[in-house]
Nanobody, 115 residues
Framework: QVQLVESGGGLVQPGGSLRLSCVAS????????MGWYRQAPGKQRALVAR???????NYADSVKGRFTISRDNVKNTVYLQMNSLKPEDTAVYYC?????????WGQGTQVTVSS
């Protein structure tokens, strides 16, 4: 069973930065994509950013130009660099991996943007 463990969340002031990390407990073969989703209170979980095995990326319009997704295949890790954070970025952020072996979710990490 693969486990995804997120870290890097916390409380930050508007305009600040955070970097989220998601580590897989073991090597995942045939990964199609790795991504970050978020869920704010009272809202549905939604895509923030995704990176494919070929390195192609796509972002939600609301984070374009502020967030950057990257991955380290050797470390089985995906990152989300978040800059110029806004209060509306407040949510629980989840890591997701899609592979030939299945779909995996992390447990989530809270990001709160507030002064």
């Amino acid at each position: 069973q693969v486990q995804l463990v997120e870290s890097g969340g916390g409380l930050v002031q508007p305009g600040g930065s955070l970097r989220l990390s998601c580590v897989a407990s073991r090597n995942i073969s045939s990964i199609y994509s790795m991504g970050w989703y978020r869920q704010a209170p009272g809202k549905q979980r939604a895509l923030v950013a995704r990176i494919t095995s070929g390195g192609n990326t796509n972002y939600a319009d609301s984070v374009k130009g502020r967030f950057t997704i990257s991955r380290d295949n050797v470390k089985n890790t995906v990152y989300l660099q978040m800059n110029s954070l806004k209060p509306e970025d407040t949510a629980v952020y989840y890591c997701r991996v899609t592979s030939a072996g299945g779909l995996y979710w992390g447990q989530g990490t809270q990001v709160t943007v507030s002064s």
